[in-house]
């Protein structure tokens, strides 16, 4: 109970005892927390603890489309390998199309992780040691991503960062003008010129986080 509920204290934990029909007093209940290292409520309650998340994502330098390929608290070898399959299967005959992977020295990106790629004609990249600016491109991506979003909001497991990456990302790849692309978004085709609309219509993004505009009909 202790653990599960950090605010309560014994007397708390005592009264909720009681109504499971155990009669505990408070100082037993003081002996057994202890004996267990749990320290009293006021301490748990003020101990937070964050755990970290890994996102695995590419980017297509030409269009700067972002694939979300896994959100996990402890990333693999295995794991980014089979991250890797994925997107080449979802790429499809698209895979072959690309003639560079560049990515980091990480110990998780394996020789049977450079396989995927390879395999498909995609030539593998590493970028200098400890020289993050060698792939400014998704260093970007981070940095916008977190900007614009996840650190406008607490994040409170993997799924809800599943959750909140998916809509964004979503954004990011349809309705965000980038600078870099001659302001359209990367899903835009750049050979339509759009009538100008007369009436606007705005769709909230994550709840109003940001927001994207659409012709009202």
């Known amino acids: 109970m202790a653990r599960e509920n950090p605010g309560w204290g014994y007397t708390r934990i005592q009264s909720e005892l009681r109504r499971l029909g155990r009669r505990v007093g408070a100082s037993p209940i003081r002996r057994v927390l202890r004996a267990h ?19 695995f994502f590419v980017m297509e330098v030409g269009t700067r489309t972002v694939h979300i390929l896994g959100v996990t608290a402890r990333p693999t070898g295995e794991w980014v390998t089979q991250c890797a399959r994925n997107l080449v299967m979802d790429l499809g005959d698209r895979a072959g199309r690309f003639r560079f992977l560049v990515r980091d020295r990480d110990a998780k990106f394996t020789a049977v992780f450079d396989t995927v790629f390879t395999s498909e004609g995609v030539e593998i990249k590493k970028i200098p040691p400890q020289c993050p600016r060698a792939n400014a491109y998704a260093e970007r991506f981070v940095l916008t991503t977190r900007t614009e979003c996840t650190d406008r909001m607490l994040i409170f497991g993997e799924r809800h960062l599943r959750t909140v990456l998916n809509p964004y990302t979503q954004h990011y790849n349809a309705g ?42």
Not at 37 to 55: E, Q
Not at 179 to 208: K, M
């Open 37 to 55: 290292r749990i320290p009293p409520a006021l301490k748990r309650i003020n101990d937070v603890s964050w755990r970290r998340f890994y996102v």
């Open 176 to 217: 965000r003008p980038h600078r870099s692309h001659g302001l359209r978004a990367p899903a835009d085709d750049p050979n339509v010129i759009p009538f100008p609309a007369q009436r606007t219509r705005r769709e909230p993004v994550l709840g109003g986080l940001t927001n994207k505009y659409h012709r009202a009909s």
